[in-house]
């Protein structure tokens, strides 16, 4: 599939994944869009594990989509045929979870056409399985041995296929994977930054008392400090004022929020 077609269906899964609304749905039915790395259909359920294979797979691909009640035709166009029922989420859910680590999240969403007046659909019942994925969780393991698979397979999606992922493939998500690491333990949210610079703001005046009146006031304490005992230098204190330290903060913490808005 083209560069623009394989946007676009990512664009239509994600649309889903954020809002699976009818409407949503119904694009992806309309646009004619076959199987891709992030996106399955099937024309009714399957066994469980050979389901929870794809799920896995397609989890370690990034997240995506399986569309229930739907035919892929040999020439790549789909035939919304409808499921002959809606079946029980948390039983399958149950079924699928034995094989998958507790780490990937997925959800299964009805579509019941049964009352609607969209022609194609209209009388059809269709279900959806939401895959979810996490860069800090790559890779997604197999969790128990099957008849297929043993106990820390790796599955991925190598175009319409779910397939054993390969050490390229594998090598692939680590670095995913220490890279999110990397960004979580090395940079606070951006809400954070912008508390912290309030506070350092907060901790600098921004004017600057000069009246003859606040001078001779210090000029007093001075005097009672010179008769109540002398003074000197503490060696100890730094060079730098504290009014210097909280500038030169203020400046670090606008180009820490300037990188985690990408602006350098």
Not at 96 to 107: G, N, R
Not at 186 to 209: A, F, G, P, R
Not at 212 to 220: A, E, G, H, R
Request: aromatic content about 10%.
């Amino acid at each position: 599939m083209d560069t623009f077609n394989s946007g676009k269906i990512k664009e239509m899964v994600y649309d889903v994944l954020q809002n699976p609304t009818r409407e949503n749905f119904i694009d992806i039915l309309d646009n004619g869009l076959g199987e891709q790395d992030n996106l399955d259909f099937k024309v009714q359920w399957i066994e469980a594990q050979k389901l929870a294979e794809i799920v896995l797979g397609i989890a370690n691909s990034g997240g995506g989509a399986i569309i229930l009640g739907v035919k892929e035709n040999e020439d790549g166009t789909l035939e919304s045929t409808g499921l002959s029922k809606i079946e029980d989420k948390e039983k399958i859910h149950s079924k699928m979870a034995k094989f998958l680590p507790e780490t990937i999240k997925f959800e299964i969403a009805d579509f019941d056409f049964s009352n609607e007046s969209y022609s194609k659909l209209t009388g059809r019942l269709f279900q959806l399985i939401l895959i979810y994925s996490e860069d800090i969780n790559l890779p997604y393991i197999w969790e128990k041995d099957s008849n297929s698979a043993e106990a820390g397979c790796i599955f991925f999606r190598r175009g319409t296929k779910t397939v054993k992922a390969n050490s390229y493939e594998i090598k692939e998500m680590l670095d995913k994977r220490l890279e999110a690491a990397y960004v979580e333990q090395s940079s606070l949210h951006l809400e954070e930054h912008l508390k912290q610079l309030n506070t350092l703001y907060k901790n600098m005046s921004s004017q600057i008392y000069s009246s003859s009146v606040i001078s001779n006031l210090f000029k007093n304490m001075s005097a009672f400090g010179t008769l109540a005992g002398t003074s000197q230098n503490n060696p100890h204190y730094p060079k730098e004022s504290y009014d210097e330290f909280i500038a030169k903060m203020i400046e670090k913490k606008k180009i820490k929020i300037e990188k985690v808005l990408d602006l350098k």
